[in-house]
């Protein structure tokens, strides 16, 4: 398995820098073929979203179409696929993609809660906010 990072995961995608994108497929066209799998962490996811919705300025509909076809593309694996697919609904929804996935990791790893000061972040379940 090879990690991959979020600017080569953003020139697989975007292609904003042809010479960097064609780096990067023909990388990851190679591992794949040489039998290996493509990581990709939830640092490295939440990164993503934040470069295409805030520098980049993608609407969340797209961000959410991007996200399927990386939680569905067979030969990458998602560091914590579950939470990311509901942390990806979450934030079709209007919240914030890393809020969701940190309190669905947390909840996971056996949290009750996790405590914020976030009033955004505490409308969700996993979170209490502090006041």
Not at 7 to 15: F, P, T
Not at 66 to 90: M, Q, W
Request: glycine share 6%; proline share 2%; aromatic share 4%.
């Amino acid at each position: 398995m090879i990690g991959l990072d979020t600017n080569v995961l953003l020139r697989l995608v975007v292609e904003d820098d042809p010479e960097q994108a064609a780096k990067a497929r023909t990388a990851v066209r190679a591992l794949v073929a040489d039998g290996e799998v493509c990581l990709v962490g939830d640092i490295v996811l939440c990164e993503f979203v934040w470069v295409l919705e805030g520098v980049m300025r993608r609407d969340r509909e797209t961000i959410a179409r991007i996200l399927d076809l990386i939680l569905d593309n067979a030969d990458i694996r998602v560091e914590s696929e579950t939470a990311a697919r509901a942390a990806s609904a979450l934030h079709r929804q209007g919240f914030d993609f890393s809020d969701a996935l940190l309190g669905l990791r947390n909840r996971d790893a056996g949290c009750t809660t996790t405590l914020t000061f976030d009033r955004k972040a505490a409308r969700l379940p996993e979170f209490q906010i502090l006041s």
